[in-house]
């Protein structure tokens, strides 16, 4: 989970039942995809810039929709988020 944590950090920023909150992070993602998508379309009729568009654009596709099913996940309760608890360490002084 924490390297969901660390390439996906926005998804776990819902929180469970919090519908704003769901509904922006969920548009972000979107909006990574549909401007994926536009590159892939404009740009693919250059032959080289075309296919690194191409590539770039699938991955770019791949990253939104795994954050889409992310938020799902999260704001429905499915994927459990811990909070780190933030304990007192105690002072060990040296004699």
Known sequence: MNLFKALWPMPFKIKKGKFWSFIFRTLAFALLCAFAI??????????????????LGII????????????????????KTKKK???????????
């Open 85 to 95: 608890s933030r304990k007192k360490r105690r002072k060990t002084t040296k004699r």
């Open 38 to 55: 536009g590159a892939m379309g404009m740009l693919s009729h250059i032959r080289f810039i075309g296919d690194v568009v191409a590539v």
């Open 60 to 79: 770019a596709e791949l990253y939104g929709i795994i954050g889409i099913v992310l938020c799902f996940l999260i704001f429905f309760g499915i994927v």
